[in-house]
Protein backbone atom coordinates (compact mmCIF):
# COMPACT_ATOMS: atom_id res chain seq x y z
CA UNK A 1 0.00 0.00 0.00
CA UNK A 2 0.94 3.71 -0.93
CA UNK A 3 0.11 5.19 1.75
CA UNK A 4 -1.39 8.95 1.94
CA UNK A 5 2.35 9.69 3.87
CA UNK A 6 4.28 8.11 6.68
CA UNK A 7 6.67 9.77 9.35
CA UNK A 8 10.54 8.99 8.22
CA UNK A 9 11.51 7.25 11.54
CA UNK A 10 14.94 5.42 11.58
CA UNK A 11 17.77 4.73 13.94
CA UNK A 12 18.30 8.67 14.97
CA UNK A 13 15.02 9.07 16.50
CA UNK A 14 15.16 5.54 18.09
CA UNK A 15 19.06 6.45 19.43
CA UNK A 16 17.35 9.82 20.29
CA UNK A 17 13.96 8.63 22.32
CA UNK A 18 16.38 5.76 23.64
CA UNK A 19 19.24 8.26 25.03
CA UNK A 20 16.20 10.12 27.30
CA UNK A 21 14.44 7.07 27.96
CA UNK A 22 17.85 6.16 30.13
CA UNK A 23 18.76 8.86 31.43
CA UNK A 24 15.18 8.92 33.39
CA UNK A 25 14.42 12.57 32.94
CA UNK A 26 11.29 12.33 31.12
CA UNK A 27 9.62 15.75 31.30
CA UNK A 28 10.98 19.56 31.37
CA UNK A 29 14.53 18.92 30.57
CA UNK A 30 17.67 19.89 28.19
CA UNK A 31 16.02 18.34 25.49
CA UNK A 32 13.19 20.82 25.29
CA UNK A 33 15.45 23.43 25.84
CA UNK A 34 18.09 22.47 23.06
CA UNK A 35 14.82 21.81 20.72
CA UNK A 36 13.52 24.96 21.41
CA UNK A 37 16.98 26.97 20.45
CA UNK A 38 17.26 24.71 17.30
CA UNK A 39 13.64 25.54 16.54
CA UNK A 40 14.38 29.17 16.82
CA UNK A 41 17.63 29.55 14.81
CA UNK A 42 15.99 27.40 12.55
CA UNK A 43 12.92 29.67 11.94
CA UNK A 44 15.23 32.67 12.19
CA UNK A 45 13.11 34.24 15.49
CA UNK A 46 13.66 34.98 19.15
CA UNK A 47 11.30 32.69 20.94
CA UNK A 48 10.08 29.28 20.43
CA UNK A 49 7.78 27.81 23.16
CA UNK A 50 7.05 23.46 22.48
CA UNK A 51 3.67 22.52 23.44
CA UNK A 52 2.00 19.22 23.51
CA UNK A 53 0.55 19.65 20.14
CA UNK A 54 -0.48 22.27 17.12
CA UNK A 55 -4.04 22.49 18.81
CA UNK A 56 -2.36 23.63 22.16
CA UNK A 57 -0.34 26.51 21.00
CA UNK A 58 -3.42 27.96 18.84
CA UNK A 59 -4.96 27.67 22.06
CA UNK A 60 -2.19 29.02 24.22
CA UNK A 61 -1.84 31.81 21.36
CA UNK A 62 -4.98 32.91 22.12
CA UNK A 63 -5.24 32.60 25.57
CA UNK A 64 -2.19 34.52 26.17
CA UNK A 65 -3.13 37.62 23.38
CA UNK A 66 -5.80 38.19 25.74
CA UNK A 67 -8.26 36.80 22.66
CA UNK A 68 -11.39 36.26 24.24
CA UNK A 69 -15.52 37.10 24.91
CA UNK A 70 -16.33 40.11 22.56
CA UNK A 71 -14.02 39.60 20.01
CA UNK A 72 -13.89 38.32 16.54
CA UNK A 73 -11.40 36.34 14.64
CA UNK A 74 -11.17 36.20 10.93
CA UNK A 75 -10.18 32.26 10.05
CA UNK A 76 -10.27 30.59 6.36
CA UNK A 77 -13.44 28.63 5.67
CA UNK A 78 -10.95 25.98 4.44
CA UNK A 79 -8.58 24.22 7.13
CA UNK A 80 -8.59 21.72 9.46
CA UNK A 81 -11.20 23.01 11.58
CA UNK A 82 -9.04 22.90 14.96
CA UNK A 83 -8.32 26.69 14.11
CA UNK A 84 -11.62 27.63 14.16
CA UNK A 85 -11.90 25.28 17.55
CA UNK A 86 -10.30 27.17 19.39
CA UNK A 87 -11.72 30.41 19.03
CA UNK A 88 -14.76 28.91 20.02
CA UNK A 89 -13.01 27.33 23.44
CA UNK A 90 -11.91 30.66 24.16
CA UNK A 91 -15.92 32.37 23.50
CA UNK A 92 -14.47 34.63 20.71
CA UNK A 93 -16.64 34.47 17.53
CA UNK A 94 -14.95 32.97 14.58
CA UNK A 95 -15.95 35.00 11.20
CA UNK A 96 -15.62 32.78 7.85
CA UNK A 97 -13.56 33.66 5.58
CA UNK A 98 -13.28 31.93 1.80
CA UNK A 99 -9.88 31.15 0.12
CA UNK A 100 -8.50 30.78 -3.27
CA UNK A 101 -9.26 27.86 -5.79
CA UNK A 102 -5.48 27.61 -6.75
CA UNK A 103 -3.35 28.04 -3.50
CA UNK A 104 -5.96 26.80 -0.93
CA UNK A 105 -5.13 30.08 1.38
CA UNK A 106 -7.53 32.92 2.52
CA UNK A 107 -6.23 35.76 0.10
CA UNK A 108 -6.12 39.85 1.57
CA UNK A 109 -9.09 40.60 -0.78
CA UNK A 110 -11.40 38.43 1.15
CA UNK A 111 -10.06 39.31 4.34
CA UNK A 112 -10.64 43.02 3.90
CA UNK A 113 -14.41 42.34 2.67
CA UNK A 114 -15.19 40.48 5.72
CA UNK A 115 -13.83 43.36 7.53
CA UNK A 116 -15.95 46.15 6.14
CA UNK A 117 -18.84 44.15 5.95
CA UNK A 118 -18.93 42.85 9.50
CA UNK A 119 -21.83 43.56 11.62
CA UNK A 120 -21.68 41.96 14.25
CA UNK A 121 -21.64 43.36 18.02
CA UNK A 122 -18.22 41.79 18.14
CA UNK A 123 -15.23 43.72 17.51
CA UNK A 124 -13.17 42.22 14.88
CA UNK A 125 -9.69 41.98 17.32
CA UNK A 126 -7.31 39.15 15.24
CA UNK A 127 -6.88 37.53 11.43
CA UNK A 128 -5.65 33.75 11.92
CA UNK A 129 -4.22 33.22 8.25
CA UNK A 130 -3.28 29.58 7.60
CA UNK A 131 -0.70 28.00 5.21
CA UNK A 132 -2.53 25.76 3.66
CA UNK A 133 -0.95 22.42 3.38
CA UNK A 134 2.47 24.38 3.46
CA UNK A 135 1.52 26.99 0.87
CA UNK A 136 3.04 30.26 2.50
CA UNK A 137 -0.15 32.98 2.92
CA UNK A 138 0.45 36.59 1.17
CA UNK A 139 1.50 37.66 4.38
CA UNK A 140 3.01 40.97 3.29
CA UNK A 141 -0.23 42.00 2.45
CA UNK A 142 -2.09 40.48 5.59
CA UNK A 143 0.06 42.36 7.85
CA UNK A 144 -0.41 45.60 6.06
CA UNK A 145 -4.37 44.95 6.56
CA UNK A 146 -3.91 44.04 10.07
CA UNK A 147 -1.95 47.05 10.76
CA UNK A 148 -4.70 49.40 9.16
CA UNK A 149 -7.03 47.80 11.19
CA UNK A 150 -4.95 46.94 14.58
CA UNK A 151 -5.75 43.29 14.46
CA UNK A 152 -3.65 40.73 15.40
CA UNK A 153 -1.99 38.28 13.76
CA UNK A 154 -1.89 34.53 14.77
CA UNK A 155 -0.56 32.18 12.19
CA UNK A 156 -1.57 28.83 12.03
CA UNK A 157 1.35 27.43 10.26
CA UNK A 158 0.65 23.92 11.53
CA UNK A 159 1.25 22.47 7.79
CA UNK A 160 3.81 25.14 7.07
CA UNK A 161 7.35 24.28 8.59
CA UNK A 162 9.90 24.99 6.20
CA UNK A 163 7.58 27.40 4.22
CA UNK A 164 8.57 30.67 3.28
CA UNK A 165 7.12 34.58 2.20
CA UNK A 166 9.48 36.40 0.72
CA UNK A 167 12.59 34.52 1.67
CA UNK A 168 11.35 34.95 5.50
CA UNK A 169 9.79 31.37 7.01
CA UNK A 170 5.82 31.42 7.87
CA UNK A 171 5.03 31.19 11.25
CA UNK A 172 7.16 34.57 11.52
CA UNK A 173 5.24 37.75 10.74
CA UNK A 174 2.55 37.56 13.14
CA UNK A 175 2.41 38.36 17.11
CA UNK A 176 2.53 34.21 16.96
CA UNK A 177 3.02 31.43 15.11
CA UNK A 178 1.89 27.75 15.84
CA UNK A 179 3.69 24.73 14.28
CA UNK A 180 2.30 21.19 14.84
CA UNK A 181 4.61 17.87 15.30
CA UNK A 182 1.71 15.48 14.46
CA UNK A 183 2.90 12.54 12.24
CA UNK A 184 0.92 13.95 9.41
CA UNK A 185 3.39 16.88 9.28
CA UNK A 186 6.30 18.21 8.54
CA UNK A 187 8.37 16.56 10.74
CA UNK A 188 6.74 14.82 14.14
CA UNK A 189 6.99 13.98 17.59
CA UNK A 190 4.11 11.90 17.55
CA UNK A 191 1.53 14.54 19.37
CA UNK A 192 3.30 18.08 19.32
CA UNK A 193 3.57 21.44 18.46
CA UNK A 194 5.18 24.81 18.70
CA UNK A 195 4.45 28.80 18.84
CA UNK A 196 6.91 30.90 17.75
CA UNK A 197 6.84 34.88 18.61
CA UNK A 198 9.76 37.76 18.31
CA UNK A 199 7.78 39.27 21.19
CA UNK A 200 10.04 38.14 24.72
CA UNK A 201 7.05 39.47 27.28
CA UNK A 202 4.54 37.33 25.04
CA UNK A 203 6.94 34.41 25.30
CA UNK A 204 7.43 34.47 29.25
CA UNK A 205 3.28 34.51 29.50
CA UNK A 206 2.99 31.61 27.27
CA UNK A 207 5.74 29.64 29.29
CA UNK A 208 3.60 30.51 32.12
CA UNK A 209 0.53 29.41 30.62
CA UNK A 210 1.82 26.55 29.25
CA UNK A 211 2.84 24.82 32.60
CA UNK A 212 0.37 25.44 35.29
CA UNK A 213 0.26 29.44 35.24
CA UNK A 214 3.50 28.35 37.89
CA UNK A 215 6.61 31.14 38.31
CA UNK A 216 9.88 30.16 40.32
CA UNK A 217 9.33 32.26 43.01
CA UNK A 218 12.08 33.03 45.91
CA UNK A 219 11.03 30.10 47.98
CA UNK A 220 9.67 27.60 45.53
CA UNK A 221 6.99 27.93 43.06
CA UNK A 222 3.69 30.35 43.14
CA UNK A 223 0.69 30.29 41.13
CA UNK A 224 0.26 33.48 38.90
CA UNK A 225 -2.43 31.93 36.15
CA UNK A 226 -4.82 29.35 36.08
CA UNK A 227 -3.11 27.65 33.42
CA UNK A 228 -2.49 24.17 31.24
CA UNK A 229 -0.14 21.97 31.32
CA UNK A 230 0.38 21.78 27.42
CA UNK A 231 4.25 20.59 27.96
CA UNK A 232 5.63 18.57 25.59
CA UNK A 233 8.06 15.00 27.18
CA UNK A 234 11.66 15.20 26.48
CA UNK A 235 11.99 11.88 24.47
CA UNK A 236 9.55 13.76 21.72
CA UNK A 237 11.57 17.06 22.00
CA UNK A 238 14.28 14.23 21.37
CA UNK A 239 12.72 13.10 18.30
CA UNK A 240 11.95 16.60 16.91
CA UNK A 241 16.08 17.68 17.26
CA UNK A 242 16.79 14.37 14.99
CA UNK A 243 13.75 15.31 12.37
CA UNK A 244 14.73 19.17 12.08
CA UNK A 245 18.40 18.57 10.73
CA UNK A 246 17.33 16.26 8.25
CA UNK A 247 14.53 18.59 7.15
CA UNK A 248 15.93 20.51 4.74
CA UNK A 249 16.79 18.18 2.49
CA UNK A 250 13.35 16.36 3.19
CA UNK A 251 11.89 19.26 1.86
CA UNK A 252 13.93 19.50 -1.66
CA UNK A 253 12.87 16.02 -2.27
CA UNK A 254 8.78 16.97 -1.58
CA UNK A 255 9.43 19.81 -4.40
CA UNK A 256 11.02 17.20 -6.90
CA UNK A 257 8.27 15.33 -6.34
CA UNK A 258 5.45 17.71 -6.55
CA UNK A 259 6.81 18.72 -9.98
CA UNK A 260 6.97 15.44 -11.14
CA UNK A 261 2.96 15.16 -10.13
CA UNK A 262 2.65 18.07 -12.01
CA UNK A 263 4.58 17.01 -15.22
CA UNK A 264 2.66 13.45 -15.18
CA UNK A 265 -0.92 14.72 -14.29
CA UNK A 266 -0.62 17.79 -16.83
CA UNK A 267 -3.04 16.74 -19.31
CA UNK A 268 -5.91 15.78 -17.08
CA UNK A 269 -9.29 17.45 -15.85
CA UNK A 270 -7.63 17.81 -12.57
CA UNK A 271 -7.14 21.14 -11.20
CA UNK A 272 -3.53 21.41 -9.65
CA UNK A 273 -2.50 23.74 -7.12
CA UNK A 274 -0.21 26.85 -7.84
CA UNK A 275 3.31 26.61 -7.38
CA UNK A 276 4.26 29.16 -5.33
CA UNK A 277 7.82 30.21 -4.43
CA UNK A 278 8.68 29.11 -0.98
CA UNK A 279 5.34 26.35 -0.74
CA UNK A 280 6.66 23.42 1.48
CA UNK A 281 4.62 20.82 0.03
CA UNK A 282 3.49 19.21 3.21
CA UNK A 283 0.46 18.10 1.55
CA UNK A 284 -0.25 17.39 -2.13
CA UNK A 285 -3.90 18.10 -3.18
CA UNK A 286 -5.46 18.13 -6.45
CA UNK A 287 -8.75 19.32 -7.47
CA UNK A 288 -11.32 16.83 -9.46
CA UNK A 289 -13.66 17.86 -12.11
CA UNK A 290 -17.11 18.51 -10.68
CA UNK A 291 -18.65 15.23 -12.45
CA UNK A 292 -16.24 12.84 -10.67
CA UNK A 293 -17.59 11.28 -7.58
CA UNK A 294 -14.57 11.18 -4.92
CA UNK A 295 -15.49 8.10 -2.90
CA UNK A 296 -15.36 5.77 -6.30
CA UNK A 297 -11.85 7.24 -7.02
CA UNK A 298 -10.55 6.67 -4.02
CA UNK A 299 -12.26 3.64 -3.94
CA UNK A 300 -10.49 2.57 -7.00
CA UNK A 301 -7.16 3.57 -5.72
CA UNK A 302 -7.37 1.89 -2.79
CA UNK A 303 -8.12 -1.54 -4.42
CA UNK A 304 -4.60 -0.44 -6.66
CA UNK A 305 -2.96 -0.22 -3.48
CA UNK A 306 -2.89 3.80 -3.16
CA UNK A 307 -4.44 5.77 -0.31
CA UNK A 308 -6.09 8.85 -0.40
CA UNK A 309 -8.41 11.26 1.09
CA UNK A 310 -9.92 13.98 1.21
CA UNK A 311 -7.94 17.60 1.74
CA UNK A 312 -9.12 19.27 4.79
CA UNK A 313 -12.96 20.69 5.73
CA UNK A 314 -15.01 23.59 5.05
CA UNK A 315 -15.70 24.91 8.94
CA UNK A 316 -19.36 25.96 6.86
CA UNK A 317 -20.11 22.33 6.03
CA UNK A 318 -19.45 20.77 9.52
CA UNK A 319 -22.59 20.51 11.99
CA UNK A 320 -21.60 22.38 15.08
CA UNK A 321 -20.76 25.51 13.21
CA UNK A 322 -24.14 24.98 10.90
CA UNK A 323 -26.31 24.75 13.99
CA UNK A 324 -24.42 27.65 15.92
CA UNK A 325 -24.11 30.28 12.81
CA UNK A 326 -26.53 29.07 10.53
CA UNK A 327 -26.61 32.56 8.53
CA UNK A 328 -22.99 33.10 8.15
CA UNK A 329 -23.17 29.48 6.57
CA UNK A 330 -25.50 30.09 4.32
CA UNK A 331 -23.90 32.82 3.04
CA UNK A 332 -21.02 30.50 2.41
CA UNK A 333 -22.86 27.76 0.07
CA UNK A 334 -21.18 26.43 -2.23
CA UNK A 335 -18.00 28.86 -1.89
CA UNK A 336 -13.95 28.01 -3.20
CA UNK A 337 -13.79 26.03 0.76
CA UNK A 338 -16.68 23.91 -0.36
CA UNK A 339 -15.62 22.89 -3.66
CA UNK A 340 -12.38 22.13 -2.28
CA UNK A 341 -13.89 20.09 0.77
CA UNK A 342 -16.01 18.23 -1.70
CA UNK A 343 -13.77 17.72 -4.96
CA UNK A 344 -10.26 18.00 -3.47
CA UNK A 345 -8.06 15.07 -3.60
CA UNK A 346 -4.74 14.18 -1.36
CA UNK A 347 -2.42 11.90 -2.91
CA UNK A 348 0.03 10.50 -1.18
CA UNK A 349 3.27 12.68 -1.05
CA UNK A 350 5.96 12.11 1.38
CA UNK A 351 9.91 12.10 1.16
CA UNK A 352 10.49 8.46 1.47
CA UNK A 353 8.65 7.78 -2.18
CA UNK A 354 10.24 7.56 -4.76
CA UNK A 355 10.01 8.73 -8.68
CA UNK A 356 8.80 5.53 -9.35
CA UNK A 357 6.20 5.34 -6.49
CA UNK A 358 4.79 9.31 -8.21
CA UNK A 359 4.86 7.28 -11.43
CA UNK A 360 2.86 4.83 -10.74
CA UNK A 361 -0.19 6.97 -8.90
CA UNK A 362 -0.39 9.31 -11.86
CA UNK A 363 -0.58 6.47 -14.06
CA UNK A 364 -3.53 5.05 -11.85
CA UNK A 365 -5.10 8.42 -11.64
CA UNK A 366 -5.26 8.82 -15.50
CA UNK A 367 -6.38 5.42 -16.11
CA UNK A 368 -9.13 6.10 -13.47
CA UNK A 369 -10.42 9.71 -15.03
CA UNK A 370 -10.20 7.94 -18.79
C1 LIG B 1 -2.86 19.60 11.91
C2 LIG B 1 -3.43 20.93 11.99
C3 LIG B 1 -3.79 21.49 13.22
C4 LIG B 1 -3.78 20.72 14.51
O1 LIG B 1 -2.53 20.25 14.91
P1 LIG B 1 -2.47 19.06 15.99
O2 LIG B 1 -1.01 18.94 16.31
O3 LIG B 1 -3.01 17.84 15.34
O4 LIG B 1 -3.27 19.47 17.17
C5 LIG B 1 -4.26 22.79 13.23
N1 LIG B 1 -4.37 23.51 12.10
C6 LIG B 1 -4.04 22.99 10.91
C7 LIG B 1 -4.16 23.85 9.68
C8 LIG B 1 -3.57 21.70 10.80
O5 LIG B 1 -3.27 21.19 9.61
Redesign the pocket.
Known sequence: MIKLSSPSLGIDEYRAVERVLRSGQLVHGEECELFEQELARYLDCKEVIIVS??????HLALVALGIGVGDAVLVPDF??P??VNVVELVGARPILVDVDLHTYNITPENIQAAIDNWQGTEKVKAIMP???FGCPANMTEIMTIAKKHNLLVIE?A??GLGATHQGKKVGTFGQAG?F???P??AITTG???AIVTNDAELAAKLRIWRNHGMRKAEQGIEFVLPGFNYRLTNFQAAMGRAQLVKFDGWLQVRSKLQQLYRQELAKTELLLPNELVGHAW?TFMVVLPQHVERSSVIARLKEMGIEASLG?QAVHCQPYYQQKYSEMCRMHQKNNAERLYIHGLALPHCQDYSIRDIQFVSQKIREILK
Do not use: I, M, N, Y
Not at 53 to 58: D, F, K, M, Q, V
Open positions: SGTAALTFATVHEDACCSFHRKEGGQA
